[in-house]
Antibody, heavy 118, light 112 residues
C-alpha cells in the first residue's frame, strides 16, 4: 500500500525551530518528487515546497523562502521540512504528498499539526 | 503567482441534483508539453485532501463517475452529476504548472 506518514509537529514558541518528517512506504521513493502543503486552522490549502528525486531542485512559496528548507533522504525513504524562526502564521496542519507525475500530487498523509504560540 | 479563483465558495445542493464548481486561473495552465496541469481535490470534514481529477478531466481510480472535470486554458469546471451525502466536502482546484503551485480558495458543498 502506498503510504506517507507525517510526524514531528507540536507546540512551539515564536522564533523557535522544528523539523517535520514524512516516512514513505509502498513505492520507490527515489523515483518521485515530493511536496509539503499546509492548511491553517479553518482555512484552505497552501502549497509550501517541493523537491525533486535527488534533492537537487527545490521550490518554495515566497512566504517561507529563507525560513523553511525541504530535504530528503532516499536511503531512509524520508522527506523533511526544517522550519526556523516560526511565527504564529505558520500554525497549520502540514501534509506531505507524492508527485505521481508532473503537475500533480496524490497520496496525502494524515498531516502533522504545528502550533506556534507563546 | 498564478491566482486560482473558484466560484461559488458555498454550494448548497439537494440530494440527487447536479452541482457545478468553476475554477479560473490568472494565467494559462497549458504546458509546452501539451498537457494542462489542473487538478481537483476533495477534502471531507476531518479528513486529508484526496485527489479526484488530474490534467483537467482524468478521474482517479475509485472516484465515482458522477464526478467529471472539463475546461481548457484558464477556465475549468468540476461537475457532480447527482450529489450524494458522501460528497459533502470542500473542493479545491490546484494548478501544477507555474511555481509556486497554487490552490483555489475552496468550495464548500453541503446538502440543502
Amino acid at each position: 500500500e502506498v503510504q506517507v506518514v507525517e510526524s514531528g509537529g507540536g507546540l512551539v514558541q515564536p522564533g523557535e525551530s522544528l523539523r517535520l518528517s514524512c516516512a514513505a512506504s509502498g513505492f520507490t521513493f527515489n523515483n518521485y518528487w515530493m511536496t509539503w502543503v499546509r492548511q491553517a486552522p479553518g482555512k484552505g490549502l497552501e502549497w509550501v515546497a517541493s523537491v525533486n528525486h535527488d534533492g537537487s531542485e527545490k521550490y518554495y512559496v515566497d512566504s517561507v523562502k529563507g525560513q523553511f528548507t525541504i530535504s530528503r533522504d532516499n536511503a531512509q525513504n524520508s522527506l523533511y521540512l526544517q522550519m526556523s524562526s516560526l511565527r504564529a502564521e505558520d500554525t497549520a496542519v502540514y501534509y506531505c504528498a507524492r508527485h505521481p507525475a508532473p503537475g500533480t500530487v496524490d497520496c496525502w498523509g494524515q498531516g502533522t499539526l504545528v502550533t506556534v504560540s507563546s | 503567482d498564478v491566482v486560482m479563483t473558484q466560484s461559488p465558495l458555498s454550494l448548497p445542493v439537494t440530494l440527487g441534483q447536479p452541482a457545478s464548481i468553476s475554477c479560473r486561473s490568472s494565467q494559462s495552465l497549458v504546458h509546452s508539453d501539451g498537457n494542462t496541469y489542473l487538478n481537483w481535490f476533495q477534502q471531507r470534514p476531518g479528513q486529508s485532501p484526496r485527489r479526484l481529477i488530474y490534467k483537467v478531466s482524468n478521474r482517479d481510480s475509485g472516484v465515482p463517475d458522477r464526478f467529471s472535470g472539463s475546461g481548457s486554458g484558464t477556465d475549468f469546471t468540476l461537475k457532480i452529476s447527482r450529489v450524494e451525502a458522501e460528497d459533502v466536502a470542500v473542493y479545491y482546484c490546484m494548478q501544477g504548472i507555474h511555481w509556486p503551485w497554487t490552490f483555489g480558495q475552496g468550495t464548500k458543498v453541503e446538502i440543502k
